[in-house]
Nanobody, 115 residues
Framework: QVQLVESGGGLAQPGGSLRLSCVAS????????MGWYRQAPGKQREFVAR???????TYVDSVKGRFTISRDNAQNTVYLQMNSLKPEDTAVYYC?????????WGQGTQVTVSS
């Protein structure tokens, strides 16, 4: 059973940056497309970005040009670099495989964008 541990969230000002990390407990991570998802208060969890095994990326329109997903297979880690943050980016961020999100969800990491 894969376990996912997200970290790197916090409080950022509008226009600021944060870098999220997600470590998977098993090496099977390297054979999976991986994704970041987020859930804002009172809303359903939504897809944010995904990265294929060969490094191809896809983003939801609202974060294109601001967020960058990357991965380090040797470290079983996927990253989300978030720049030019907006208040509407406030949410709990989760990683999981993509597109099916078939692993058990981790605890997520809270991102709050506020002045």
């Amino acid at each position: 059973q894969v376990q996912l541990v997200e970290s790197g969230g916090g409080l950022a000002q509008p226009g600021g940056s944060l870098r999220l990390s997600c470590v998977a407990s098993r090496s099977s991570f390297s054979g999976r497309w991986m994704g970041w998802y987020r859930q804002a208060p009172g809303k359903q969890r939504e897809f944010v970005a995904r990265i294929t095994t060969s490094g191809g990326t896809t983003y939801v329109d609202s974060v294109k040009g601001r967020f960058t997903i990357s991965r380090d297979n040797a470290q079983n880690t996927v990253y989300l670099q978030m720049n030019s943050l907006k208040p509407e980016d406030t949410a709990v961020y989760y990683c999981n495989d993509a597109p099916m999100a078939s692993f058990p969800w981790g605890q997520g990491t809270q991102v709050t964008v506020s002045s």
